[in-house]
């Protein structure tokens, strides 16, 4: 509560007066109509009758002359397009059983567990989830009111720690659609088509409108209805799909669609990936339901938003703004769905959407990493809008986004040797789509250069297949920082081949609160800590005061060498005004990477004495072989030197790959307790360098 309250005068402290009372009348009137709808509910709950079904649906409303002809349009129409192309199915099913036996064999597996009612939910691992229960975190036992009005649906709080309300969400987004559809196709199996009839059916059952968690945010409502219409592509011809259901079904999307316009996440000041959630699904179902009224209104609306988001969260540079390389993958899934649904159905986006659209692919072809694992800065909640993949991808794995952006845009130089093609375009493009890719020239990872991205202050170096990011952007989400770590001038870096050293990840949300704090501390990241102070102050487990400013000072790259040079100013809070300065130049020939932190102020000397605290965070695969060796899983050497004698402390520390995993690691960490300003010099010296004594 008392963060909330420090959230709340932090973000109104520079607003003029007149918005902040626009603000708070805001504020009333959406408690007033909540009051009253909540009222509204309990006396007359508004169900779609058969009647106000067909007579919603303008498009047909002549040749419908009773609810089971409903079912009959819905299967037989050929238009719109979706990129699950029934027409293709043989061709598809074909060309993956031809090319890519294992994937397929994978695909039917999971489809098996899930129809045996086995699911993998956030770091879970395997279970079993028989009969469904859509209000129920099965990680910690705790069940929300299926009844509970979904405004006043709240976090159980510290009363009840561990429980995480992102479970029964992730649960009822419904990405494992597509594995059951992907079973289908490739078996003719009907239990694939009863399972999927009966996972609907019951949600619906058990979720009515504006009742329940599942409501609660809208960005669950319009993620959920995309997966829904995906997966129905699959299962247009199966006798599982009774007109029973297709009319339950249809009812629904008219449902999450009233619901969805009616409860956009929008505020004035600040739209983030919830926002655009929003419109993809609403995107979605304004094409998928064109015989309806409102439908037509939906789909242009979502289209203008977002033209516009795309040009509000996204940096001239072509990163989401939100200060999160996995958000950006999420972020990049929203844009990128509505424009492929758009082309195929001859809607046209703006130019200037598809060109932001395509530079957030060009900062995923470089901001990956030479194994095609995606660099943790900022938060991992593992979040996706669809997935067609075989489950054993890694979270972190991203090389898919670049077949994405490749075929999308025919651009040969998303095509990287290295990377291949991920057999799950198959579904997508289809075998045109793969003829299409295996078309084009391929590039190689050793061909990427060193690259910035200065406006949202990643700045990357790389060789062949040695890497280091390095983060020194603002807290994103135009200072709000929902989901930015404390990891000014930190690194990941991955070198010869290996992770070595690590951003720890995010853990979780909500569920633990000391623990999200400790992920997204300073001393959980590669950079500097002073007087065990944060570089940002935190205000509420999603928002931090925007302190640390980073500025970068120099930035020079070459065939030879990259020199990255940048400082913030969190610590000027503190009573000498410190500023922490990170130099790190890059010897691409030489193996070696050296760093000198300065630690000043603009009087230049200190009037207190100051503990300057380094932690350097090592890969799971990492070991210490000595007090300053590392041996890689390899068996390859990195030395860290010192310029001054130092005591470097062996501490325990924590990897999280994906949301609810926490991984055992090791860090060093070493310190200074000085009363004047330090220069400190080091070296991560490796290859050939390292191998000497």
Not at 377 to 389: I, T
Not at 397 to 425: H, N, V
Not at 509 to 519: A, E, G, I, L, Q
């Amino acid at each position: 509560m008392i963060r909330n309250v420090r959230h709340y005068f932090y973000r109104i402290r520079s607003l003029p007066p007149g918005k902040v009372i626009r603000i708070i009348l805001d504020r009333f009137r959406n408690k007033i109509h909540r009051y009253w709808d909540r009222f509204w509910m309990r006396v007359k709950r508004e169900e779609i009758s058969n009647e106000r079904l067909i007579k919603a649906m303008i498009k047909t409303r002549a040749t419908l002359g009773k609810i089971e002809d409903v079912f009959d349009y819905f299967r037989k129409r050929e238009e719109p397009r979706c990129f699950i192309d029934f027409v293709r199915k043989e061709e598809i099913v074909r060309a993956l059983k031809t090319d890519y036996p294992e994937v397929v064999r994978s695909f039917i597996s999971e489809a098996d567990r899930i129809c045996d009612g086995v699911f993998s939910v956030m770091g879970s691992g395997d279970k079993k989830l028989q009969p469904m229960d859509w209000h129920f975190d099965f990680k910690s036992g705790y069940r929300w009111n299926p009844k509970t009005y979904y405004k006043d649906i709240e976090y159980p709080g510290k009363a009840c720690e561990g429980v995480d309300i992102k479970i029964p969400w992730e649960i009822s987004r419904f990405n494992y659609l597509t594995r059951l559809g992907q079973a289908y196709w490739l078996t003719g199996d009907e239990k694939y088509g009863r399972k999927f009839v009966y996972l609907i059916s019951d949600w619906i059952v058990n979720n009515p409108v504006k009742q329940g968690l599942n409501w609660s945010s809208t960005i669950e409502v319009g993620i959920r209805v995309a997966n829904w219409i995906t997966g129905w592509e699959f299962f247009k011809d199966s006798p599982a799909i009774a007109p029973e259901f297709m009319v339950k079904f249809i009812k629904s999307l008219l449902g999450h669609g009233r619901f969805i316009k009616s409860n956009l996440e929008y505020t004035e000041g600040l739209t983030s990936n919830h926002y655009i959630s929003n419109m993809a699904g609403l995107f979605y179902l304004g094409l998928f339901l064109p015989e309806f009224e409102e439908a037509k209104g939906w789909l242009n609306f979502s289209k203008r938003e977002l033209e516009k988001e795309i040009e509000k969260q996204v940096y001239s540079d072509g990163v989401d703004f939100e200060a999160s390389t996995c958000y950006h993958r999420f972020v990049l899934e929203l844009f990128f769905y509505p424009a492929l649904l758009a082309r195929l159905n001859r809607i046209d986006f703006s130019p200037d959407y598809l060109a932001q659209l395509k530079k957030m692919f060009d900062f995923t072809l470089y901001g990956l990493k030479p194994d095609g694992r995606m660099p943790q800065l900022g938060d991992n909640d593992s979040g996706r809008l669809h997935k067609f993949e075989a489950g054993t991808r890694e979270v972190l794995d991203m090389k898919y986004l670049l077949s994405l952006g490749a075929i999308f845009f025919r651009e040969p130089k998303y095509k990287l040797r290295e990377f291949g093609f991920s057999p799950e375009m198959l579904w997508i493009f289809g075998p045109e789509g793969l003829r299409e890719w295996r078309k084009m020239r391929e590039g190689t990872v050793a061909g990427l250069k060193s690259k910035s991205f200065s406006d949202a202050g990643i700045y990357i170096m790389r060789e062949g297949s040695n890497y280091l990011i390095v983060s020194s952007g603002p807290n994103g989400q135009n200072g709000n920082g929902g989901h930015s770590h404390n990891d000014k001038l930190s690194f990941e870096g991955f070198i010869d081949g290996e992770q070595v050293f690590i951003d720890p990840g995010t853990y979780v949300y909500t569920s633990f609160p000391n623990w999200r704090d400790k992920f997204r501390s300073a001393r959980f990241h590669n950079t500097v800590m002073i007087d065990e102070k944060e570089q940002n102050r935190f205000l509420t487990l999603f928002s931090m005061m925007e302190e640390a400013k980073p500025k970068v000072i120099k930035w020079e790259t070459s065939d030879s060498f990259d020199i990255f040079t940048a400082e913030h100013y969190g610590y000027a809070r503190l009573s000498d005004k410190l500023i922490h300065q990170r130099t790190i130049k890059f010897h691409k020939k030489d193996f070696r990477w050296e760093f000198e932190d300065k630690v000043y102020n603009l009087k230049n000397r200190f009037s207190d004495k100051h503990l300057i605290q380094w932690s350097l965070i090592l890969h799971p695969d990492i070991e210490i072989e000595e007090s300053n060796t590392l041996r890689t899983k390899k068996e390859k050497k990195i030395k860290i030197i010192f310029e001054n004698r130092i005591e470097i402390n062996q501490e325990d520390a924590w990897y999280s790959p994906e949301y609810g995993v926490k991984i055992p690691s090791k860090r060093f960490t070493w310190g200074l307790l000085t009363d004047k300003p330090i220069s400190f010099r080091w070296i991560i010296q490796y290859g050939k360098a390292g191998e000497e004594d």
